[in-house]
């Protein structure tokens, strides 16, 4: 008999049904362990989660309901015009504004001079060069308050106190920036820049055409945690901006609650406006920041 002579019977198993794929029993400990993890997940969102909802609602509720006892979730009257008016009650527009071109400015030149000075520090070999790396990052233990007066005199000094370079000096040069894209460069095989040199390209070639383009998760990462730093500082623009057309979200929110603080919904609106722009930002980039912040520590 040849195996062209073997035929499969009508109605009859294929002998690979009989392999016990995905048939392995499951210990009840393993499920019961994933349900409570499951749960206790959700459980640390909800609670995460809860005061952002609290205060969505409360943006649209009637000022009297915001702190009423017994507590409501929900509100009686739903006052979305709450987002409108707020826009003609302050200066919304010209904070929003402010801190967008903070935020862009800051991002752009930190994600610039990070990624510029990790490769020199990953890719150029000169004396020191780890040396003066680890003094470098080490300025991220330092707390800014102990060097804060110092910087304040030294840019003042300057003239650029209550301008818009005070905060763009202030924050465009981070060693987080350069520690995390130095991190994601050394995984970066060494192969591709020595062909390059071998044809001729310079460093800044390299940089720019063959270690930047494969930088983008990391990059986008750094970026996400640049805007949403400048986005949320209040104690730099509190020290170095004096003129209200300087303000950004964050002062004028304060100033706003001063005026308004009897007004809790306002309040409340203006804080949902204050985070939205920070939500957006992160939804767009969390698949390239969560890839970023994944292989930054990888070797190899």
Not at 70 to 80: A, I, R, T
Not at 157 to 184: C, E, H, N, P, Y
Not at 226 to 241: A, Q
Request: proline share 5%; with cysteine; net charge positive.
């Amino acid at each position: 008999m040849t195996a062209a002579s073997i035929t499969p019977v009508a109605g009859a198993k294929s002998p690979s049904a009989d392999i016990p794929f995905n048939k392995k029993p499951v210990s009840p400990v393993k499920v019961v362990g994933t349900v409570i993890g499951y749960v206790a997940m959700i459980a640390v969102a909800a609670f995460t989660l809860l005061p952002f909802v609290w205060m969505l609602l409360a943006s649209v509720k009637p000022n009297n309901e915001v702190f009423m006892v017994p507590f409501k979730w929900l509100p009686s009257v739903w006052h979305f015009e709450n987002y409108i008016n707020i826009w003609t009650k302050s200066d919304m527009l010209l904070w929003v504004g402010n801190t967008v071109f903070f935020a862009i400015c800051v991002t752009f030149l930190q994600v610039f001079t990070g990624s510029f000075a990790a490769y020199g520090f990953s890719r150029i070999k000169f004396a020191g060069r780890n040396t003066l790396f680890l003094v470098y990052i080490a300025t991220m233990a330092v707390p800014w308050q102990s060097y804060m007066i110092p910087q304040f005199k030294m840019l003042s000094s300057w003239g650029l106190v209550d301008t818009r370079w005070s905060i763009i000096l202030l924050q465009a040069f981070g060693a987080f920036g350069v520690f995390m894209m130095k991190q994601f460069y050394d995984t970066i095989p060494e192969e591709l820049s020595e062909a390059a040199r071998l044809d001729g390209l310079s460093e800044f070639g390299i940089y720019s055409r063959i270690v930047l383009p494969l930088s983008g998760p990391s990059i986008a990462a750094l970026g996400i945690i640049t805007f949403t730093n400048t986005w949320n500082d209040y104690m730099g623009p509190l020290i170095y901006l004096r003129a209200t057309n300087l303000q950004t979200i964050q002062l004028g929110l304060k100033t706003f609650i001063s005026q308004f603080n009897a007004d809790y919904a306002m309040i409340m609106t203006g804080s949902v406006l204050s985070i939205l722009p920070i939500l957006v930002v992160f939804l767009i980039g969390q698949k390239q920041f969560i890839e970023g912040i994944a292989t930054s520590g990888m070797k190899g």
